[in-house]
């Protein structure tokens, strides 16, 4: 069995929440509440905490045990690995979205005459590495980009803070708290922390540092930086700007200059990206292959991980034939099919699991009575 | 074997890392450093300013015999269009990324910017570091054709002496594209852009012959600011009118005054070493209220009158004049804004809407007849910090 040390599966856990967020939430906050889009990356933040909680309640309830194992534990062989499986396809899923949506914005935005099946492939390939080498290698090499991921994220937030314009944020809650706390709600759904209770099992518990623990810290740090990110694009580009650029936070970057020679960094940003985003998907890949391995009765997911990864890039060409339907998707359908995965039944279990050991323990009573 | 094969992998990693698919070579790509756009009939008509690369070198900074940019121009259905017909014209392929500055003639603008915004926010070349200035009385394809000796390339000269002026005289604005369509869709405020105009014989301007004078005769010239209904251009703001804008937008950085000696004959300039704006807006009885206070530190630059600096009462009675002077003109601009135009330019209805966003979401409807009609307080408060090393004026000869 490979493991990781608390540390790293925080790191992983930082890296993962800042992921593909950066780039898609401010601009949907803005678009649903206008200038208040900070206080809905706030909401955002509560929100995730509070599905991060009934993770760590999970965690401690079942110690050891990943999700889909929980799954079979508590529904009995068919319906668990029903919703196993069902787990499994989320995760997937999830990953050639990420995939997509990396593709798409090099696309757009850096390299538009490179055939996007080409940069999914080349990525793919990075990934596929990564968990060749298993948990341990692509957990330290997070580990190594974190510094590299927090000097930038530093960097382009010193400079842009001489850009600030603290009146485009006023008046705030213009149109009362509940589209504020209705688009936070809509947009916890896109750090899927989930994936993360997955490779829980991984980690090397060391005394007070736990993985549920690390999870916690991990998913705060990541969703404060999503805060402030958000905060800066509404206070730089105001909020129509934030609303209608496809990337607004690669505009942001971009705007940065000081004293003439400090500016066009927004490589800086793309590595954060890349970085980020490579890490989002070898963990919800990772988490997929996990569930397969154990649904399966595998005894290693080393051979499912190139065929995997190929579907994956495979896919990710053909399941949204343009940006349009893709960001429909993420408006529209994403929310309730994602919540259903990282919030809706991770609650159930909970429940079924309270009930379970209420009945079991009257059972017990009756029985030494 | 292995060790062949891994070396192999990694030669395989290189060729596909460098994303060569995407490269641009500097000898292949021709820099665009300004772009004009004007209207025929319904077609555009874009004009770009290229540099050309083997006359802007310091060694060849001598050789007159070609110039040190291109102007071509191309007409076309959209700006995108035009764009890729440029090529007809040119040799390398344009690039964008370091354009500098986008100029829209006023008849454009009249019709309306709005459309001709989208390519600009949309392409991936294009940034936003570059600032957008309106033609005066002239076309854009014009200014993009003059030529400037001090900074070789023009659009360069635009660039910086547009940040120059802005920092040093305050009647310019230094306006980015991604601000102009945020002041376009603010719904209490409105945008006003740097007018830029051709001063002397435009056909002399376009010869290199220009740049051989000691006193050029044709120069590109800053003047006034344009403002704007929505995306269309309305009217100009003179050079006051334009000073103050940028006072109560609180976008001056320094900036100098001249006014009337208090109680004697003269004048006297001073320089405005800083100054912060703030407007606040209330709404009291359903009546919309705002108030502007501003807040100018000044230096004495020049003295035409006779004033003892070292006296503390003097500095009062200087900065007592300064203050009920430059009311008067702060309030004269914004009341012809209101009776003559009722545009909004002051961001006035923003600070309604931040002060009262129920108000503002009954009202923004009606704001211009609001904005007509609405009650402007100005606090104007002048500290005079610094004399200069001189304490009295040069003593001089009294007209009997």
Known sequence: MRHIHPRQYMILTVLYTIGTSLLIIPSLLATAVEHDAWLGAVFTAVFNMLYVFVYVLLLQRFPGLSLVQIAEKLLGKWLGSVVAWLYISFFLLLAVLLLQFLGQFIHTSILPSTPVWFIYFTFMIVIVIGLAYGVEAYGRSAELFFPIVLLFLGLIMIALVFEIDVSRMRPIGERGMSPILLSGLKMSTFQEQICLMMLAPLVANKGKQTAARALVVGTAIGLLVLIAITLLTILILGSYNTAHFVYPVYVLVKKISIGDFFQRIEILMIAIWFLTVFVKIVVTMHAGLIGMTQTLNLKSCKPLILPVGLLIAIYAMIVFPNTATFFEFGRESWFSYALSFIFVLPVSFLIVDIVKRFVGSLFKHEVSE | ?400
């Open chain 2, 1 to 400: 074997m292995r060790y062949a094969i891994r070396w192999l992998v990694l030669l395989f990693c290189i060729m596909i890392l460098t994303s060569c698919w995407d490269r641009q070579e500097l000898n292949e790509i021709a820099i665009v450093v300004g772009m004009g756009v004007d209207k025929i009939d319904d077609d555009i008509l874009l004009s770009v300013q290229i540099v050309n690369p083997g006359n802007v070198a310091a060694q060849t900074a001598g050789s007159l015999e070609s110039a040190p940019v291109i102007t071509y121009t191309q007409r076309g259905k959209s700006i995108f269009e035009a764009i890729r017909k440029l090529t007809k014209l040119s040799s390398r392929k344009l690039y964008y990324s370091h354009l500098r500055i986008v100029v829209f003639s006023e008849q454009v603008a009249k019709e309306g910017i709005s459309p001709l915004l989208d390519f600009l926010a949309r392409d991936h070349e294009l940034r936003t570091d570059y600032y957008v200035l309106i033609s005066r009385n002239t076309e854009a394809q014009h200014i993009l054709e003059i030529t400037t000796l001090m900074d070789r390339i023009p659009a360069n000269k635009l660039f910086s002496s547009l940040e120059t002026s802005h920092w040093a005289w305050a009647a310019t604005g230094k306006v980015t594209i991604d601000r102009l369509i945020e002041l376009i869709a603010m719904e209490g405020d409105e945008a006003v852009l740097t007018g830029i105009i051709i001063k002397g014989d435009m056909q002399e301007g376009e010869t290199m012959e220009n740049t051989h004078r000691l006193a050029l005769r044709t120069l590109l010239q800053y003047d006034g600011m344009a403002f704007f209904k929505k995306d269309k251009l309305v009217g100009w703001l003179n050079e006051d009118a334009s000073k103050v804008y940028n006072y109560i937008k609180n976008s001056v950085i320094s900036s100098v005054g001249v006014y009337a000696c208090p109680e004697q004959e003269g004048e006297m300039t001073v320089e405005v070493t800083d100054a912060k704006s703030r407007v606040k807006g209330m709404v009291r009885n359903n009546q919309p209220k705002v108030k502007v206070s501003l807040n100018i530190e000044v230096n004495v630059g020049e003295l035409e009158c006779s004033m003892d600096l070292t006296q503390e009462h003097t500095l009062q009675q200087i900065e007592l004049t300064l203050e009920e002077s430059f009311k008067k003109v702060v309030e004269d601009t914004i009341a012809e804004m209101q009776t003559k135009y009722q545009i909004d330019i002051f961001g006035f209805g923003e600070a309604i809407h931040r002060a009262n966003p129920s108000y503002w979401l009954e009202h923004k409807e009606e704001w211009s007849e609001l904005f007509a009609k609405l009650d402007v307080q100005v606090d104007m408060d002048f500290h005079v910090r610094a004399i200069g090393g001189f304490n009295r004026s040069v003593p001089m000869q009294k007209e009997e």
